[in-house]
């Protein structure tokens, strides 16, 4: 294969722009994919991403068009998931910018572009959806006009939906884009952007070829891991594996590794040839830190399921990360960390749908760093650089949201009707409600997008919750010290509504240290259930003491407190 033929791309945009309706049309206009077998959102692969309409994983295809190779990658629009956009953007030249003709640029529109501008790639603007009546193309033109430096007429307007445009597009791919250089002569070198684990063949690496190419049977080189191994098999990406003889410079393709452990197949790491020689790895892309933290423990069943589980599903989702953990009240478990609540509830979902599991949930946290100074505790917490887009009549309400939520105000700028609002704000604020309230105040019209810059001290401090005298660690929780007495307050009403009452009386109580910020109590329950019964048939008495044992199946105890397992669940619901 001749790399002068090949052009490597990414479709990016903000979520729901239309990223996947228009790789369908591109997969059609192709023929990758036969029409009577399309279906929309054809490279959704997994059944929890049709089922929610949205991008989970990127997904590489291979089409062909006018004696061309088109390698595309399509990638998720949702914050938590940047990961896979940033290394898909590290596989490819350019860049489809999509853009809906009804919603205009969007926070996570830009964050993308910046992403691909910094990874000098060919930029593509499109703007989508100009089949609806409410399309504004011409008022989103200027804004994208405004925003690259470009002329309006070198912005493409098409309609995903229909196909109406989308050729150019592809024409416009094929002439602007460079095409992948490299050194076809020189030894093979290929960067991981992504790998999945097959129970059969093991895990197989996807891979942008950089230089040389590589056979199937060659032996290779994990550069980062120190190991080495053989390509079972190469191939390419045609919605499922194709296998090929050999992978050559410039391609996008698939290396089945035979590795069982996914350790030696780290996604950002180097594959080159097994040879003693000197290689110097692929600049990739930065790998993620996990921030938000919440524990999952088994509702019955053995505590090894979920950890094989948690193994497998991290063998496809290297942003995942776990260890193990014991709790007072829900035994073994483990401590897992994600990237933002999007990814904690599609991995929560995943492991229920796919290992058949039931699962405890604790309260998601972010990431604190603790020191001590002299006997007091000191606080950091992760920041973010916030970036809101909004049309400016929405600009009062917002600032006044940010300010509320302890973000520092930074920068204000403008494109056409859209402003750009920056902050700095802590992780915590951010991730609980904001993006509710921020729709809320702009009656949807602002977007939201965040990176972690750093960690920063916070005025925090650790609020304990007791039950009955006993203090419960899987519910304490650190606030901000501001806002700890109306939390405690809030905190102890949710929980005597929760919590059912027992045969005591029994007393909530949250503090700081020792001080007893707010108190709650349940009262006894009243009766014995059985006791209106009493003399009466005795089937019936065994048939509710019956049901009786069933629904304790669903408690748990907490000290001397039996409350139900989905505590957590139902304090997080506001
Ligand atoms: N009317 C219309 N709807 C579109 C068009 N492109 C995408 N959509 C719809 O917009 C929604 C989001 O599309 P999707 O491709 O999943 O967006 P993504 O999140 O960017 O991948 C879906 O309901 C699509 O059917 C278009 O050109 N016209
Ligand atoms: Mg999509």
């Known amino acids: 294969m001749n790399s002068a033929n090949i052009r490597n791309f990414v479709i990016i945009a903000h979520i729901d722009h239309g990223k996947s309706t228009l790789a369908d049309r591109m997969l059609e206009i192709t023929g990758t994919v036969p029409k009577e077998k399309m279906h929309p959102q054809m490279l959704d692969m997994m059944e929890l991403e049709q089922e929610r309409g949205i991008t989970i994983k990127l997904q590489p295809v291979r089409m062909e068009y006018q004696g061309f ?11 938590d998931f940047s990961y896979e956009v940033s290394r898909s953007l590290a596989a490819v030249e350019g860049a489809v910018l999509v853009v809906d003709a009804t919603k205009g640029v969007q926070a996570q529109t830009l964050a993308n572009l910046h992403h691909a501008q910094e990874n000098n790639l060919t930029i593509i603007p499109v703007i989508n959806k100009i089949d609806l009546p409410n399309a504004e193309a011409e008022r989103v033109g200027e804004e994208i006009a405004n925003l690259l430096k470009i002329d309006q007429a070198d912005i493409i307007k098409v309609s995903a939906k229909t196909g109406e445009g989308v050729e150019k597009i592809l024409e416009k791919i094929i002439g602007d884009i460079p095409a992948p250089k490299g050194d076809e002569a020189g030894d093979f070198k290929a960067l991981i952007f992504d790998s999945v684990y097959d129970s059969f063949r093991g895990v197989i690496a996807y891979v942008r070829v950089f230089d040389g190419k590589l056979k199937k049977g060659e032996r290779i080189k994990f550069l980062a891991a120190k190991k080495t191994g053989e390509a079972v098999e190469t191939g390419e990406f045609k919605l499922r594996y194709q296998p090929r003889e050999e992978l050559g410079t410039g391609e996008i393709g698939y290396i089945v590794t035979g590795a069982r452990d996914l350790s030696e197949v780290k996604v950002g790491d180097t594959i080159c040839q097994d040879s003693p020689e000197e290689v110097s790895p692929i600049a990739g892309f930065k790998i993620p830190q996990s921030m938000v933290f919440a524990s999952f423990h088994l509702q019955g069943g053995e505590p090894s399921h979920l950890r ?11 942003s995942l990360s776990f260890e193990p953990e014991n709790s007072a009240a829900f035994g073994h478990g483990f401590r897992c960390g994600f990237l933002g609540l999007l990814h904690l509830e599609i991995v929560k979902e995943r492991l229920e749908r796919e290992y058949n599991l039931d699962l405890i949930v604790t309260q998601p946290q972010v990431l ?8 007091k505790i000191e606080y950091e917490e992760p920041w973010v650089a916030l970036e809101i887009v909004t049309p400016k009549e929405f600009i009062g309400p917002i600032m006044a949201l940010a300010q509320n939520k302890r973000a520092a105000y930074k920068d204000t700028k403008y494109f056409s009707d859209m402003t750009l609002l920056e902050y700095d704000a802590p992780l915590s604020e951010v991730i609980i409600d904001f993006y509710d309230k921020l729709k809320s105040v702009s009656s949807g019209y602002a977007s939201q997008n965040y990176e972690i810059v750093g960690w920063r001290p916070g005025d925090l401090v650790k609020m304990d919750v007791l039950i009955a005298g006993e203090k419960i660690e899987e519910f304490n929780r650190i606030v901000p010290r501001e806002q700890a007495q109306q939390e405690a307050k809030n905190l102890a009403i949710k929980l005597k509504n929760i919590i059912p009452r027992q045969m005591f009386e029994v007393s909530i109580q949250i503090a700081v240290g020792s001080h007893i910020l707010a108190r709650e109590d349940i009262s006894a329950m009243k009766k014995d259930v059985t006791a209106k019964l009493y003399g009466g048939d005795v089937t019936r008495k065994n048939k509710l003491l019956k049901k009786q044992a069933k629904g304790k199946k669903k408690m748990k105890m907490l000290g001397r407190v039996e409350i139900p397992d989905d505590v957590f669940l139902k304090m997080l619901q506001r």
Not at 69 to 79: A, F, K, S, W, Y
Not at 308 to 318: F, G, V
Not at 368 to 375: L, N, R
């Open 368 to 375: 604190y760093k603790t020191h001590m100074v002299g006997t």
């Open 308 to 318: 094989t589980a948690l193994e497998k599903l991290k063998l496809n989702d290297s």
């Open 69 to 79: 190779i088109l390698n595309l990658i399509d990638t998720p629009g949702h914050v």
